[in-house]
């Protein structure tokens, strides 16, 4: 058995890798179609604020589970009490479902990556073109195992040789990416239109409040909230098990805040880059129009063709600069669920990777066929349709999660109470300014949202 030795060199370590994880696909396409659909500026700012009250709160306690109890979700609850060991199995499930469809969009990536590198930029821009390849029998398979096997090889690499060492250099990257292209994108001008970058930069960070009730302001503050979930990594096992290879002399306080800014920072720099580029060659609506995967893979190629010359160069950024993303969150998922089998069945890290991995692919391959052999068509409680992706994203980040972060509040706040946390941020005399803050949060407010973006996933609220 590998006993438990791996950690983080130190606190820039720890902070790249965390904000790795967190920074995924939800920043680059989801979070910048969902403040397009809700009014630019008004999304941005209640994101903000619900990340400084409910993510540090969330992402600190996380964190503090881990390195108090220098175990990985799995067995970190059992440890805190072992009534709630259960709630650490749910842990585990949550990366483990997601990391059978996450590799599946990352091969996507790569496919359209790949497509940029060999000057087929036109072709990716055709209609039909990401119809026709995801619902190939073959080709979406092989991209999906290129990517799997990266993802494995940093993983089996271990934490600070693999993750460490791949999140140090590539995060420092991927925020320079997201940053040339967004400054690029402020300054593009539609020659037919006349639409420019920047009038999408207003559209993008002015609040619209016009047509706004109470009603559409709660859908806001709810569709925030879920970002802020997905964004951060919370309730899933991840920061959990990335605490725990934290060094009691690091300050969790200082991290988490870091951690928080890195996330945010790049979610809203992606917002620049992608609304007012598409503001300018569709106009404000194709954003609110297009949503999900169509984003990235139908719309975006779209933009980059109608940039001329540049746009070859710019999708071929774009997609490398994704494909960076989707690698950092993919490899946190696929390590919290190397690092429970670890303690679960004591084996090494080499030999659950290669487990891990192989599971994984199954799962994969069966949802790679979601779009032909085993497609279908399935009305969700949430009031939305999906096929095999849909659902697996449905279980375990709409019903799943909140469910662990409502259990997660309650085990914190009113078994063990919040002083456990507190104790453990603070351990080296460092000042946790937010404790009254974090106290209300998890044992009062935090419960009670999550209840209700619970039952609203259910269909019941």
Known sequence: MEQKKSSFSGSIGFVLAA?????????????????????????????????????????????????????????????????????????????????????????????????YVTFNGDRVASDGFFTSFITAPVAPVVFMLIYLAITAVIVYAGVEKGIEKFSKVVMPALLLLIFGIAIYSLFLVDPVSGRTGLEGAAIYFVPNFEGLTLSSFMNVVLDAMNQMFYSLSVAMGIMITYGSYVKKDINLNKSTTQIQVFDTLVAVLSGMMIVPAVCVFFGAEQMKETAGAGLMFVTLPKVFENMGAAGSIVGL?????????????????????????????????????????????????????????????LALPNGTVGQ????????????????????????????????????????????????????????????????ILLLKALGIF
């Not at 997609?319 to 670890?342: D, G, K, Q, R, Y």
């Not at 891990?356 to 052999?373: D, K, L, R, S």
């Not at 992706?389 to 259990?407: C, F, G, K, Q």
Request: proline fraction near 2%.
């Open 19 to 115: 904000a790795g994880s967190a920074v995924g696909l939800g920043n680059i396409w989801r979070f910048p179609n969902l403040a397009a659909k809700h009014g630019g500026g008004l999304f941005i700012m209640v994101y903000i604020a619900l990340v400084l009250l409910f993510g540090f709160a969330l992402l600190m306690t996380d964190i503090a589970i881990g390195r108090k109890t220098g175990m990985n979700a799995g067995n970190a609850y059992g440890a805190i009490c072992k009534k709630w060991k259960w709630v650490g199995h749910l842990t585990f499930l949550v990366p483990a479902v997601i990391m059978t469809y996450y590799t599946v969009i990352g091969g996507w990536i790569l496919k359209y990556f790949a497509e």
């Open 317 to 377: 950024l774009f997609f490398l600069m994704v494909a960076f993303a989707a690698l950092t969150s993919s490899v946190s998922i696929m390590e919290t669920v190397v690092a429970s089998c670890m303690e679960y069945f004591k084996k090494t890290r080499k030999q659950m990777s290669l487990l891990v991995a192989t599971f994984t692919t199954i799962g994969a391959v069966v949802i790679c066929m979601g779009y032909n052999v085993f497609y279908f068509e």
């Open 388 to 451: 095999l992706l849909d659902l697996a994203d449905y279980v375990s980040n709409s019903v799943i999660m909140p469910v662990i972060t409502i259990m997660t509040c309650i085990l914190i706040g009113w078994v063990v109470k919040p002083k456990w946390v507190i104790d453990e941020v603070q351990r080296n005399g460092e000042r946790f300014g937010r404790k009254g803050l974090f106290v209300v949060i998890v044992k009062f407010v935090a419960p009670v949202v999550m209840t």
